[in-house]
């Protein structure tokens, strides 16, 4: 009942909030305990979660919203003029641009409301993007040599080869940090991608490019090592990418103009959601993190390898 629950309900609160963010919630059914054995104490229910499309909600400060939700629900019978002080000096202006009244509690506010009400206390980034269309990419051939240069614009819209490189941030207990692509992208807006991604630039090599879109889009300055080349292909947007790992022992702070929000989560459920929802993910990361798991896999092995060497009367042995 929290899950799905309604504005002015007794059930309505923060959980209600952070789930209805990313998905759409129904009731179906309750399941009485009498059906199943042993019997339980409690009675159950059958709820169904579909992923909401993030571009059908208004850009929002993630991080912000979520704090603005808790402390709305720390104290539910507060008024939220009490419980959000710290963040709304003016209060009944904020109150009258969300359409609430000035007295009203957490409750009161639907899903909408609270985003909204974030965006008055911190209205999402307008500056431009990093880029423009007259950025400058080096144009290569088939082999990777550089034969010219030419725009932005003109490389995305000729489709012609290009560089870029892709970094995948891990944190100490190895998990992996994705970035949500922002709705202003040109190119496959509010999909999951590498942890930091671009283009080299005219004048750029692969390494100066990775260093600089790390520190860029996530504020980290940390060692890289190389993974693996990809080939261009329509796969990768005929880009040429040269993929780099890291490691970090705080969270990175993305660059709110580039990145929607970024999270990290483990190998084996980005293995997951990759085969089951691809569609979820830049089409470049795809390919970045099959040639990462099969260099990953590829290392595991070799390190379980049996040794042979050779005794002294010429027979094979193995260790």
Not at 177 to 203: E, F, I, M, N
Not at 271 to 294: I, M, N, Q
Request: glycine content about 4%; overall charge neutral.
């Amino acid at each position: 009942m929290r899950l799905s629950a309604s504005p002015c309900t007794h059930d309505y609160g923060a959980l209600t909030l952070r789930v209805q963010l990313h998905h759409r919630v129904k009731y179906l059914r309750s399941v009485a305990a009498t059906v199943f054995l042993p019997r339980p104490e409690v009675d159950s229910a059958v709820v169904r979660l579909e992923p909401r499309d993030p571009i059908e909600l208004p850009e929002y400060d993630n991080e912000l919203l979520l704090k603005l939700i808790r402390l709305g629900f720390s104290q539910r019978r507060k008024q939220l003029r009490k419980l959000l002080r710290e963040y709304a000096g003016d209060w009944n202006t904020l109150a009258s641009c969300v359409d609430v009244d000035p007295n009203a509690r957490a409750e009161e506010l639907s899903l909408l409301q609270w985003i909204a009400l974030a965006n008055c206390i911190a209205p999402p980034p307008r500056q431009e993007q990093g880029w423009t269309p007259n950025e400058q990419f080096p144009v290569v051939d088939e082999n990777d040599e550089v034969q010219g240069h030419a725009a932005r614009s003109e490389v995305h819209g000729n489709n012609l080869r290009h560089r870029a490189v892709h970094i995948l941030i891990f944190n100490q207990v190895g998990d992996l940090y994705l970035q949500l692509r922002s709705r202003r992208k040109d190119r496959h807006p509010l999909k999951w991608d590498s942890s930091a991604a671009g283009h080299v630039t005219v004048g750029e090599n692969y390494d100066e490019t990775a260093r600089r879109e790390l520190k860029e889009e996530l504020g980290v300055d940390v060692p890289l090592e190389r993974i693996v080349k990809l080939p261009a292909s329509l796969r990768t947007d005929n880009e040429f990418i040269w993929s780099y790992r890291g490691i970090v022992s705080g969270d990175p702070v993305p660059n709110k103009c580039e990145i929607e929000r970024g999270v990290f989560f483990a190998p084996a459920v980005i293995d997951g959601w990759t085969s089951a929802r691809p569609y979820d993910f830049a089409p470049a990361f795809l390919e970045c993190w099959k040639a990462f798991r099969r260099k990953m896999n590829s290392e595991r092995e070799e390190a379980i390898r049996p040794e042979t060497f050779f005794v002294a009367n010429g027979a094979a042995s193995t260790a």
